[in-house]
DNA sequence: TGTCAATATAGGCGTATGTCGAAACAGGCG
DNA sequence: CGCCTGTTTCGACATACGCCTATATTGACA
């Protein structure tokens, strides 16, 4: 995920830029999904296992590392198995990415 | 839409408010839309009518519509009827709540 | 090495979403 | 008043998505 950090509201975005922005986006337009950002980078230490994330929700298993595996390819989280565990954490520089994309440029109100 | 603004990094979100953002973001989750968004705010005088934005794209009119309702419906966008055109201008209110929501309070990596 | 716990993948089912063409609505103008 | 342009709504279809159950993979441990 290369996102390019200048704001919509600055210059008519690129088409491919546009393209990588909405696929970031789309990663976060499920309430589980945010839900697990969330429990992820609120957590002590800033990681969590899966077995505490799946507690957290009415879920299977297998749906909550599906919605992982779609945090994970959008580039919000990392994972790393330890043992039997794997542990979650975000990766910030990809949230301040999509801040600052969405950031408005205080000149575009008439 | 009425988003609350603490990051998603500060605490654990509360599941309705994991909703909303989650539909906000859902409106941002196609390339259109955030073409839309982003033509529509970086438009001389900050806004633009409908014909301006159909002109942008291969798509035909009632697409677009639709992708403007979408984005209007989250609260993203606001339009207006003047004579025989609607204009359309961006709430910057709420992309500042969506950034916000975005934000990592530099605490949050081991 | 075999077995068990933790996690990921695969496949299937029901629903939502993006797109289109056709039709309806709204306002200006002859 | 009736037409014409601009915009939205309606109905339909292909695709994508979220969820589940079943199966595979990975590592610990006896």
Redesign the pocket.
């Known amino acids: 995920m290369d996102i390019c950090c200048s704001p919509l509201a600055a210059a008519p975005i690129d088409v491919g830029q546009a393209a990588e922005v909405a696929t970031a986006f789309?990663a976060l337009?499920?309430p589980?999904r945010v839900r697990l950002l969330s429990l992820i980078a609120s957590h002590p230490g800033g990681e969590a296992?899966?077995?505490t994330l799946?507690a957290a929700f009415?879920?299977?298993?297998?749906?909550i590392?599906?919605?992982?595996?779609?945090l994970r390819q959008a580039g919000l989280i990392e994972?790393e198995?330890r043992?039997?565990?794997?542990f979650y954490w975000v990766v910030p520089a990809a949230l301040e990415r999509l801040s600052e994309v969405l950031t408005v440029p205080a000149k575009t109100a008439p």
Chains 1, 2 share one sequence.
């Open positions: 789309k337009s499920d589980v296992h899966v077995n799946i009415d879920l299977t298993g297998p749906t590392s599906h919605h992982l595996r779609v994972c198995r043992g039997t565990w794997v």
